[in-house]
């Protein structure tokens, strides 16, 4: 029986006016998420879905086919603190990942933190985390319900109980120790209205950075900077390599940052107030991003001139752009998408080289390539290491491997990885399929990469069904990783899957970014949809046997070629997509 879809009140009344033109918004009612006219429409949506979905005589068999992959263990690279090693583990279906400490290397894991077990129906996750320089206490945010309202407790971690303090109402924060272990900085908003659930729309401003003090009340927590000129700016902090400085990154929206600095080893009576501020960058003209420090010189990675990014040192005793040094300059092709300092004297630099990763390792105090990691074609999804230690850990993964852990020991050169943990997945076998990278011309002749993964038996012709994913956003890159869900499709509905990398993603560095956003937005868009015809016109698939799929500013993206191009597509997916393009910026973190 075909479903009846419900009729749905238009409110005729509200009608915008946009520089003389008059934009009709009969649905206004719905950015209500609370009134009961709103959780009526959801439930009439709800009672067409779910009969649909209950009525899929493959559901049972695609739901047990993907627990079974699904339930793979995983692991994240490992991590020292203090004398200790802590990593993260999935036994297969759990929620989320155990944090388990390690003696050493090849001690028996034992359970340090369980996120499973912190609440009966598992609503409450862990956000974020950090340990103290000296490894003896642990910080972390937890979520309630996925809001992005946190609460922060601490963990005495001999002992692995929790101390009796927790940090309210904090929201947008990472978590800072000083060096002397006493304590933290964190960011949060005033909380003016009644909730704070994750469930609210007001828009967000005035963050605010405090320091808290290990065995103090949350109320006894000094306010070190605001800014209350700027209401919609976000603060970062990170406390340098000596312990010395704080640096402070500034945000207003997804792009470019401001950056101050605080000598708080100077204050004779430690933290007691409002920190004094010294300009670093003082404009939002680029990205700058703290690395390492030595003494007073500081390391960041920036695209200020060099829009495929490079590392520069800064003396913050003579912080004036006309001091500052290049320490690795920018790649002609290549993006530096990020940089750790280990052993004392080295970088471990990565690279974007059409869309996989590269691993460079230089010197510090010179910049010179002093060698590179072996790599399959793929992604590093984790790393973990230190300047005062002499080994790193490195995670990487593909479209075809669920991931291999290594640890490289940068005492012993040459450099050489040594496989640590081999992630397998039972049941799959990464040789009965084949990835292909295409670069397809677009709308206006620039080459677009695009992955392709089909199993080596399929016959391809104009009826095999197709999945297009697509993101081209916000200067992210959609990088080669493993997905069970793929391999679900590929293997058991014969599904291929293409994933393009759009303009507007970073995957070419910062005109590759500014390519398709403001004003050249609909370069995303003609490249979503030029890879639709490529596929089709190269017999992969066939419209009506496409589907595209996107999720936020790939739901966007999804949006808008079916109302541009309906004719290319057969289905369309677009998950919580922005699709009011002339109010998203009045919520939540919207204006970001």
Known sequence: MKPVYPNVFKDESVIDDYHGTKISDPYRWLEDPDSEQTKSFVEAQNQITEPFLKSCVHKDVINKRLTELWNYPRYGCPKKHGSRYFIYINSGLQNQSV???????????????DPNTLSEDGTISLYSSAFSENGEYFAYGLSESGSDWIKIKFRDVSSGTDLSEVLDKCKFTGIAWTHDHKGIFYARYNVYESKSDGTETSANEHHKLYYHRLGTPQTEDVLCVEFLDHPKWRIGAEVSECGRYVILSIREG???????????????????GKLQLTPIVENFDSEYEYVTSEGSIIT?????????????????????????????????????????????????????????????V????????????????????????????????????????????????LSVQPFQSQVYKDIEVSGFEPSEYKVAQVFYPSKDGTKIPMYILQPKSLLLDSNTPCMLYGYGGFNISVMPVFSVTRIVLLRHLGVITAIANLRGGGEYGDSWHDAGRLFNKQNVFDDFQYA????????????????????????????????????????AIAEVGVMDMLRFHKFTIGHA
Not at 380 to 405: A, D, M, Q, R, W
Request: hydrophobic fraction near 35%.
């Open 532 to 571: 639709a015809k490529y596929l089709i016109n190269e017999k992969y698939t066939s419209a009506k046997q496409l589907i595209i799929n996107g999720g936020s500013n790939g739901g966007l993206l999804v949006g808008a070629c079916i109302n541009q191009t309906p004719e290319l597509f057969g289905c």
């Open 300 to 360: 960041l990675r920036t695209n200020k001139g060099t829009p495929h990014y490079s590392l520069i040192n800064i003396d913050l005793t003579k912080p004036d752009p006309n001091n500052w040094v290049v320490l690795i300059g920018e790649d002609s092709k290549d993006v530096l998408e990020w940089a750790d300092c280990a052993r004392g004297d080295l970088l471990i630099v990565c690279y974007n080289h059409d869309v996989k990763h590269v691993l460079r």
């Open 99 to 113: 944090l388990y400490m390690l003696d050493d290397l090849n001690a028996e894991p034992k359970v340090f933190l």
């Open 254 to 272: 997804c792009k470019d940052n401001l950056l101050y600095f605080s000598d708080i080893g100077s204050l004779p009576n430690g933290i007691q």
């Open 362 to 409: 230089h010197d510090l105090k010179s910049g010179k390539q002093l060698g590179e990691l072996s790599l399959d074609p793929g992604t590093v999804v984790g790393y973990s290491g230190k300047k005062k230690n002499h080994e790193i850990f490195y995670h990487f993964s593909s479209f075809l491997s669920p991931g291999t852990i290594y640890r490289c020991d």
